[in-house]
């Protein structure tokens, strides 16, 4: 992958992961825990959980791919969190359950587009840390 | 004195058209939840039984919230309307709730065969069968129904069931099939505010 593309794939990938973050941030944080209920795959405990932790690690998550700090792992960590994101959302799609997706804050319900979205995500999150680890070993 | 016209005049077209059968709870609740649901919606009827019953015996009995209940048939659903008109020819004679829990329970039955009226006969008197046979005619059910679906679309409803709270004139949309546990920690969290 060509220097500037990677740069470009790094920025992208930050971009989605703040705007994410902010959008969760924006909105009470009982709101996304309801949303996360609706989607009947975490017990009570751990969806308040998550729905406290996740907006911030988004948002950490975001900056430390901006910067590029310690970048093979912190882009390991995105595919990772985006696979878990694109699974459960296909999952819960195959199920049929109608539930908003929450991705990027209310009134974002689950269908064909939002996993198109998610699964180019993936794709590109996939391509970022293969290349940083390609680049390691050069 | 217009900073406090505002608000009011904002907040009448949000929550118009409603029927008193529709509401319940005290009107100086301070947050008003609207129920948007379709009779034939498997989750609408899992939340009415479940979050919607212990939000009526407690936040709503407590005076903390007032339930607008109104209805989005969805497209899909080929009954639901006839359901919907059904719940609301009942309200006018004062068994909206009656009406409404028969539905939902028996949603697998009529939801297949269509046979709305002989659901809800089962849990009227003849008397009051009759009453809201004749009711059920009425073009104005109807319109309430489309009224309902204008208001939804208006809040930016994508799926049933959805919940619309509104506090202090924001609303909150609570779509899916949220537990009670998670909502009422919702509601005293906008309540804190």
Same mark, same amino acid.
């Given at each position: @992958? %060509?220097r500037?593309?990677a740069?470009?794939?790094?920025?992208?990938l930050?971009?989605i992961? =703040?705007?994410?973050?902010?959008?969760k941030l924006? #909105?009470?944080?009982?709101?996304?825990a309801a949303?996360?209920d609706? @989607? #009947?795959i975490l017990? &009570? #405990?751990a969806?308040?959980? =998550?729905?406290?932790?996740? %907006?911030?690690?988004e948002?950490?998550?975001g900056?430390l791919?901006?910067t590029?700090f310690?970048?093979?792992?912190?882009a390991?960590f995105?595919t990772?969190?985006?696979?878990?994101?694109?699974?459960v @959302?296909?999952?819960l799609?195959l199920r049929?359950?109608e =539930?908003?997706?929450g991705?990027?804050?209310?009134g974002? %319900?689950?269908?064909?587009k939002?996993?198109v979205r998610?699964g180019?995500?993936?794709v590109?999150?996939?391509?970022v840390?293969? &290349?940083?680890?390609l680049r390691?070993r050069? | 004195?217009r900073?406090?016209?505002?608000?009011?005049l904002? /907040?009448?077209?949000?929550l118009?058209?409603?029927?008193?059968y529709? !509401?319940?709870g005290?009107p100086t609740?301070p947050? /008003?939840?609207q129920?948007?649901?379709d009779f034939?919606?498997?989750?609408?009827?899992?939340?009415h039984f479940?979050? !919607?019953?212990?939000?009526?015996?407690?936040?709503?009995a407590?005076?903390?919230?007032?339930i607008?209940?109104r209805?989005?048939?969805?497209?899909?659903h080929q009954?639901a309307?006839l359901?919907?008109r059904y719940a609301?020819a009942a309200?006018?004679i004062g068994?909206y709730? $009656?009406?409404?829990d028969?539905?939902?329970?028996?949603q697998?039955?009529?939801g /297949?065969k269509?046979?709305?009226?002989a659901?809800v006969s089962?849990?009227?008197?003849?008397?009051?069968?009759s009453?809201?046979r004749?009711?059920v005619t009425?073009a104005?059910?109807d319109q309430q129904?489309d009224?309902d679906?204008?208001l939804?679309?208006?809040?930016?409803?994508?799926?049933t069931p /959805?919940m619309?709270?509104?506090? $202090?004139n924001?609303?909150?949309?609570v779509?899916g099939e949220?537990s009670y546990?998670i909502l009422?920690k919702? !509601?005293?969290?906008?309540?804190a $505010?």
């Open positions: @992958m %060509p500037v593309l740069i470009l794939a790094r920025l992208a930050a971009t992961f =703040v705007v994410a973050a902010i959008a924006r #909105q009470p944080w009982l709101l996304f949303n996360l609706a @989607m #009947q017990p &009570e #405990q969806v308040l959980f =998550v729905a406290r932790v996740l %907006p911030w690690t948002l950490v998550l900056v791919l901006l590029g310690k970048l093979r792992y912190t390991a995105a990772a969190l985006l696979a878990i994101f694109f699974s @959302m296909l999952r799609y049929g359950v =539930v908003d997706c991705c990027f804050g209310p974002d %319900p689950l269908g064909p939002t996993l998610d180019a995500f993936l590109l999150s996939s391509g840390t293969f &290349e940083s680890f390691r050069r | 004195m900073f406090l016209i505002l608000p009011l904002l /907040t009448v077209p949000l118009a058209a409603e029927n008193s529709q !509401i319940v005290s609740a947050i /008003t939840l129920l948007y649901s034939q919606c498997p989750h609408c009827k899992v939340l479940t979050t !919607i019953n212990s939000a009526l015996s407690d936040c709503v407590k005076g903390k919230v007032r607008i209940y209805d989005f048939p969805l497209p899909q009954y309307r359901a919907a609301n309200g006018r068994q709730q $009656k009406v409404c028969q539905l939902f329970q028996l697998d039955e009529w /297949t269509g046979n709305v009226d659901v089962r849990v009227l008197s003849p008397a009051d069968m009453k809201v004749q009711a009425d104005k059910l129904v009224q679906m204008a939804g679309e208006k809040a930016g409803l994508t799926q /959805t619309v709270l509104t506090y $202090k924001k609303p909150y949309n779509p949220v546990t009422s919702f !509601i005293d969290s906008l309540l $505010k």
